[in-house]
């Protein structure tokens, strides 16, 4: 992972394999094409350089491409917001290291928990780029209590979606979350390729998961912005609920995630109920962090 020159070479020409002729407006002749996709004399040709910049390109020496080569290759390859994002992370990446490498958020200050404890109504959480849950309020801590139960620390969203058995049904939409957090990670890795951490926790999963193996090798990114999470609680039962989640401009790194439900709907009233039960159990939920923290 900490090879930058492979992974924008694998990500050029996976992106490049997967766009036809017809797709980039290219006459189709007849014959077999011996390459999948478009081959580099094509992507050069549309991106306006030469073949040989381009090759040099797809080697992993991006360090240096302007803005507007990137953007040329960009519409080139039809990349999405995402992949265009991680592709100018890479380019950053492959330029000198910065004197000091900011260093991936363990911890949030206490006025951030401050914010988490004033949403009474709605499950919060903030996670740092490697999906590690720093801090979450009452409510949060509730509604992914499964993902809390798991004894690993810290907790971590990813590592508990692939290693742990209980997320397939903790997520009804198990495969898909599996998908976007592979994608999500690696926008991360554009972002903090040497972060020795991020590069332990993917190894931990590529060693023990085969199903993060294919995920990681498609070299799919993906932003984790609002949606819907379809979540089996193991007390409440089904909550559909919506997310919104936004980074926190006074923490660099950190995002922070909220759960709502629509007025009125079962969601909501589920969410009633999750309160109520977590309630009852917030001495338990402290006793159990406090425990898994110091195994």
């Known amino acids: 992972m900490g090879d ?44 306006g350089v030469s ?11 991006l360090a240096g491409a302007s803005d507007s080569v990137l953007d040329a290759l960009a519409n080139t390859l039809q990349l999405d917001e995402a ?44 996670r740092n780029g490697r999906h590690d849950i720093l801090a979450a309020n009452l409510l949060g801590r509730a509604l992914y209590a499964p993902v809390f139960d798991d004894p690993h620390r810290p907790v971590n969203t990813t590592r508990f979606a692939y290693l742990n058995p209980a997320a397939r049904e903790f997520w009804r939409d198990h495969d898909l979350v599996m998908h976007d957090a592979a994608a999500m990670l690696r926008m991360e890795v554009g972002k903090n390729p040497h972060d ?24 799919d990114v993906k932003f984790h912005r609002s949606g819907r999470k379809r979540l089996h609680h193991p007390v409440i039962g089904d909550l559909d609920l919506d997310y919104e989640s936004m980074d926190l401009p006074s923490e660099p790194g950190l995002v922070l995630n909220v759960y709502t439900a629509p007025a009125g709907s079962p969601s909501a009233d589920g ?21 898994a923290s110091t195994a």
Not at 51 to 61: I, T, W
Request: glycine letters at 6%; proline letters at 6%; zero cysteines.
């Open 83 to 126: 992949e265009r994002q991680y592709l100018y992370d890479l380019a950053r990446a492959a330029g000198p290291a910065p004197r000091r490498a900011a260093k991936p958020k363990v911890g949030v200050r206490p006025a951030v928990q401050q914010v988490l404890d004033a949403f009474t109504e709605a499950p919060a959480w903030v």
């Open 4 to 47: 930058i020159r492979a992974e924008i070479r694998e990500f050029l020409s996976t992106r490049r394999a997967r766009i036809t002729p017809e797709q980039a407006g290219l006459p189709a002749y007849g014959g077999n094409r011996r390459v999948k996709g478009l081959r580099r004399e094509e992507v050069a040709m549309l991106a």
């Open 196 to 219: 020795p951490e991020l590069v332990k926790l993917v190894g931990e999963l590529s060693t023990q998961s085969e199903q993060f193996r294919e995920r990681w090798a498609s070299r």
């Open 271 to 291: 969410l009633k109920l999750l309160a109520s039960w977590a309630a009852t159990h917030a001495a338990e939920f402290q006793a159990v962090d406090a425990g």
């Open 51 to 61: 073949v040989d910049y381009y090759v040099r390109l797809e080697r992993g020496n």
